[in-house]
């Protein structure tokens, strides 16, 4: 599936326990559909030590959440939009809200 959504994009989660919530997204992971969202989803995971540099223990992080479960936030409108794609006079192809019509990303 081509995902809509991209890297350093504002996303809006739509669906599960962080539902309401937005963020930037940090990574996409495209094989899984699913997106790395800063600060959301975030998982306790346990860290044994590697060497003096790096000590262990209990590291918390984002876990990736799936693309469907988010939505672009429109800059203009300040709201989720679903988006569009459309060519420009000189050819190149932009997102758009589909809302407003402006230009995302």
Not at 25 to 52: F, S
Not at 87 to 102: F, L, T
């Amino acid at each position: 599936m081509l995902s809509r959504i991209r890297k350093n994009d504002t996303v809006v989660v739509i669906a599960g326990k962080e539902r309401g919530k937005t963020g930037k997204v940090l990574r996409v992971i495209t094989d899984e559909d699913r997106a790395i969202v800063e600060r959301l989803n975030m998982v306790k995971r346990h860290a044994k030590a590697t060497g003096p540099q790096s000590a262990g223990g209990i590291i918390e992080k984002e876990a990736p959440i799936h693309i469907s479960n988010l939505m672009l936030l429109c800059e203009k409108c300040n709201r989720p939009v679903r988006i569009v794609r459309r060519r420009e006079a000189d050819g190149s192809a932009v997102r758009a809200c589909k809302k407003c019509g402006g230009q995302i990303g």
